[in-house]
């Protein structure tokens, strides 16, 4: 007897939605084949569910119950919000560059103001170019098999392909802003940036929601290839709508003698989901990767990191927190790879969650796997309340509940944060803590 097979709806949905995208998505030639080829690799696997051990934590067959259209392209309308979101973020002095609804404007980004060594080009413009020879492989990664990742690839509208000269040292920090500004439909984005041999350079990454944009999905991809004695850090600041769902993954290729420095704060959407893959290609690298999750009501934001040591001499440190508040949920996975060749490796990880209700749930999962005997790696992780005698003692000095509890939540997030080398990156990931505790009731 033969059974037909009913695929779950977000899965049948999402087919859909790429055979209705395909003739709005740019590229054709190579292009088209390596986004059906990708596709094809999605459809077979699936979203993500709990059977998944990287994502048992984050079944998204269960909680990305429908599928969103893909957004429009902006139109004035959406650009002059998208304005305004942008004026209302703070200010940081940098090179900025937006993407509206997953496509790139033009007239709210400093494209001219990019000094020498820096070379720009939208990630659209340059897979339409077929005098390019390589512009399918700007779909294509091999550091990961995620599902999400080809799904990104699939589906991919705009983005950046930033390549910074060897031993260029950028005055400002490049800042991608991701701005929604439609209710209930998809953006597809995914950027690229290659730093040269030598070359220092700080990549920001701020996602937020135009006045009225509701229940959107975020899917964005970032790889960044780090070359030999270079120097690069990342930022991320999510500030999505509440309601909204944020899957976003980085790719990072670590060259020899380099210094990585890497924080995500998550306080916006309902689902997030940041995973970060980072491979040691070159000896004595270094890298620094910290995460905080503010989380409140029915949130759930995963943070989902590998780091693959691959090559002797090299240095990794993860500090992660979590403050979890109402019914919401944080996790946590870490996985530190060392292989065989790998020998000198230092790599530690230490993940703590902080639980401000008893419905609050936090999972934490740190995992070392060793092939190699001459290293000094280890873990850690813990959950716990707020003490209640520092409480008391801040709340019989004339604070108030509120006070005395943000207090020592800023305290505990402190750590991670002041891994961030630049002062006013530091200061716009305070702030954006702050916001998060000014809102909490």
């Known amino acids: ?27 054709s030639g190579i292009v088209s084949e390596v986004r059906e080829a990708a596709f094809a690799e999605f459809a077979k696997r699936g979203l993500p569910n709990r059977r998944v051990e990287e994502w048992k934590y984050t079944d998204l067959r269960a909680l990305l119950r429908e599928v969103a259209p893909l957004a429009a392209a902006p139109d004035q309308a959406a650009l002059a919000k998208a304005a305004t979101a942008v004026a209302a973020l703070d200010v940081i002095d940098a090179y900025k560059l937006v993407l509206v609804d997953g496509v790139f404007a033009p007239k709210l980004s400093d494209v001219s103001a990019l000094e020498a060594g820096v070379r720009l080009n939208t990630l659209s413009e340059v897979l339409e170019d077929r005098d390019n020879k390589v512009r399918g492989d700007l779909l294509l990664t091999n550091a990961t098999s995620d599902v999400m990742v080809s799904l990104n690839a699939a589906m991919a509208t705009d983005g950046f392909v930033l390549n ?62 780090v070359g030999d004695d270079a120097q690069v850090q990342h930022v991320r600041l999510v500030e999505d709508s509440h309601d909204a769902s944020n899957v976003s993954t ?51 934001g995963d943070t989902t990191l590998v780091l693959d040591h691959a090559v002797p001499h090299c240095d990794s440190r993860e500090v992660f927190r979590a403050v979890v508040d109402d019914r919401a949920h944080s996790v946590f996975q870490g996985r530190i790879n060392v292989h065989p060749d790998a020998q000198k490796t230092d790599a530690r990880m230490m993940t703590r969650a902080l639980l401000l209700s ?54 505990f997030v402190g750590e991670a944060m002041e891994s961030i080398a630049d002062e006013q990156l530091r200061e716009l990931a305070i702030a954006t803590a702050e916001r998060w505790l000014a809102a909490r009731g």
């Not at 920090?173 to 984005?189: K, N, R, S």
């Not at 290659?194 to 006045?211: D, I, P, Y």
């Not at 306080?267 to 893959?277: A, D, H, T, W």
């Open 1 to 27: 007897m033969n059974v037909a097979v009913v695929k779950p709806t977000p899965e049948r949905a999402l087919g859909e939605l790429f055979a209705t995208a395909r003739d709005r998505l740019p590229g």
């Open 164 to 225: 910074v000269d060897d031993n260029v040292a950028l005055k400002k920090p490049i800042h991608i802003v991701h701005v929604a500004t439609q209710t209930g439909t998809a953006a597809f984005t995914r950027s690229l940036l290659r730093v040269g041999k030598g070359a220092q350079a700080t990549l920001v990454e701020s996602f937020a929601a135009a006045a009225g944009a509701q229940t959107y999905q975020v899917h964005d991809a970032v790889v960044v290839w």
């Open 250 to 300: 980085a790719i990072v290729t670590l060259g020899a003698k380099t210094q990585f420095n890497s924080f995500n704060l998550t306080s916006g959407s309902v689902l997030s989901r940041y995973q970060g893959f980072l491979r040691f290609g070159g000896e004595h690298a270094n890298a620094t990767i910290n995460g905080v999750n503010l989380l409140k009501d029915r949130q759930h």
């Open 358 to 411: 008893d419905e609050a749930e936090a999972d934490n999962k740190p995992e070392l796997e060793i092939f190699a005997d001459d290293v000094q790696c280890g873990h850690g992780a813990t959950t716990g309340a707020l003490d209640e005698s520092l409480l008391f003692y801040l709340r019989a000095r004339g604070l108030s509940e509120k006070e005395a509890q943000a207090l020592l939540i800023q305290a």
